[in-house]
């Protein structure tokens, strides 16, 4: 069964500092399947400038323990979300 989350990025006028781009000057949401290997899948929305990190977070894990992968190939998680699946690799899994 997947679950479904939803992440968006509201800035304020303030927030400009941090070096993101406001709302208004981003590309629109978009839905992303995060398939965790060996695991669930999850579906996100992820808005504006969502991140892959983000959508690591969006599945309660940590960009520490994890690979992001697109087309089989490891993505930086600063790097803004391009794609509408990926899957996440745990490197570390407890026990």
């Known amino acids: 069964m997947a679950t479904t989350r939803h992440l968006g990025v509201k800035l304020r006028s303030d927030d400009k500092a941090d070096g993101l781009k406001p709302a208004g ?14 695991e669930e899948a999850h579906e996100v929305t992820v808005g ?3 991140t892959y990190a983000d959508l690591v977070k969006a599945v309660d ?3 520490h323990e994890v ?9 930086p998680e600063d790097q803004p979300v391009e794609e509408d699946h990926v899957k996440v690799l745990r490197l570390i899994k407890g026990g």
């Open 48 to 50: 504006d400038d969502g």
């Open 25 to 38: 000057h981003s590309r629109p949401s978009m839905d992303v399947t995060v398939e965790v290997v060996g």
């Open 61 to 63: 894990l940590s960009p």
């Open 67 to 75: 690979s992001v992968l697109v087309d089989g190939r490891p993505v």
